[in-house]
């Protein structure tokens, strides 16, 4: 008697949203198979005031079964606000089997089903097995006593295979749920660290360039006011640009074209006064390369920047490769930071190899190849 579909994820969308629309559909049609106990009052012989009384008990018994899955939910329906409740409509639901039985006997135990289906869906799994249990025991127990086991012993059956089923579809689904919030979790934790990347590489680079020209712009003010009101004026357009790549980078949609990267750094670099060579055409570069690329050049530009004391920086692009050389202090002992580590996961993820070296003459090389 299996009554609900697949499980929404209470944590993503609205608990309700499916129920509100058709999933009392699926609990509904179960329904007809109260047609035995609507036989049983029929033909019970109890006159007419005792089958509108026992016809009434089989209506308010679908009222509350239904209303339970459509309006109150549980921990299988992504509902737990109202889930209390529902130990309330199993105690309704057993109270109008027993008023049944005062009208029709052991034959209300058709009704029996329904509680199990009940239990396996809107109570937590320790009530469902206690639930499942007991009703199976207490229909056992009404039939031995009534000596209505050779009519009637088929409902155990149905009630045993009855509780397999729907708590083996529960657990399957509640499986189903946990692997759902365990691939958004993972989802969550790649995007994360996508955007920590992204901040690192990109808007590291960019606070780097303002920093080394804020300084610039400061030690020539008074010197030579005409370059630091053009270093000013540059500094403004590198905060827009700032401005811009969190915008981007929040959003996951910021382009790294190789070609920009590469006169960026090379106005980054001369601006810091490092003498720039550059060897090959940026454009030239293979186009499915131009974003790792890209982000490589920027990390390996912002570590000369920031760490090499370079007076002379090499860019060397070709079809299939890159290199930045310098001929600073060189990586020496130091372990591999953020910024390396960046950059080898996204040539890695592009299928390329990544190689941070020292340089025989002194500084760093920082090769990319595929």
């Known amino acids: 008697m299996s009554v609900l579909p697949e499980r929404t994820d209470a944590t993503t969308r609205d608990p309700g949203e499916g129920w509100s629309r058709y999933g009392w559909l699926l609990p509904a049609v179960w329904l ?15 006159g007419a005031a005792g089958v509108a009384a026992g016809l009434a008990l089989v209506a308010l018994f679908a009222a509350v079964y239904l209303a339970a899955f459509v309006v109150l939910g549980g921990p299988m329906c992504g509902r737990l606000r109202f889930a209390h409740w529902n130990w309330v409509g199993l105690g309704a639901m057993v109270a109008i089997i027993l008023a049944q039985s005062a009208l029709i006997g052991v034959a209300a135990t058709f009704m029996a089903p329904f509680v199990i289906a009940y239990a396996c869906y809107l109570l937590p799994r320790a009530g469902a097995w206690w639930v499942g249990i007991v009703t199976m025991t207490g229909c056992l127990a009404a039939l031995l006593a009534s000596g209505q086991m050779g009519r009637y012993g088929f409902m155990l059956i149905i009630l045993a295979g009855v509780f397999i089923v729907n708590m083996t579809q529960a657990s399957l689904m509640a499986a189903d749920n946990r692997n759902q919030l365990m691939a958004r979790d993972l989802a969550i934790v790649s995007e994360r660290e996508r955007v920590a990347r992204d901040v690192h590489d990109g808007l590291g680079h960019t606070l780097t360039v303002v920093a080394l020209k804020a300084e610039l712009a400061d030690r020539i003010l008074d010197t030579d006011p005409a370059r630091a009101h053009a270093e000013l004026g540059e500094l403004r357009a590198l905060l827009r640009e700032a401005l811009g790549e969190v915008r981007s980078t929040v959003g996951g949609l910021r382009a790294n074209d190789l070609t920009t990267q590469a006169r960026a750094l090379e106005l980054a670099l001369r601006g810091a006064g490092i003498e720039v060579v550059s060897e090959g055409d940026p454009g030239d570069v293979d186009p499915a390369l131009q974003v790792p690329l890209g982000w490589v050049l920027r990390e390996a530009g912002t ?15 070709r079809r299939g490769a890159l290199s930045v050389e310098d001929d600073g ?13 960046g950059m080898a996961e996204r040539v890695a993820e592009a299928g390329g190899a990544l190689e941070v070296s020292e340089m025989p003459g002194g500084g760093t090389r920082v090769a990319v190849s595929w």
């Open 329 to 341: 202090v060189g990586v020496g002992s130091s372990a591999a930071g953020h910024g390396r580590q």
């Open 303 to 317: 570590n000369v920047l920031r760490h090499s004391r370079a007076a002379r920086c090499t860019l060397r692009f």
């Open 32 to 46: 007809v198979f109260l047609g035995y106990t609507v036989a049983a009052v029929l033909s019970a012989g109890l």
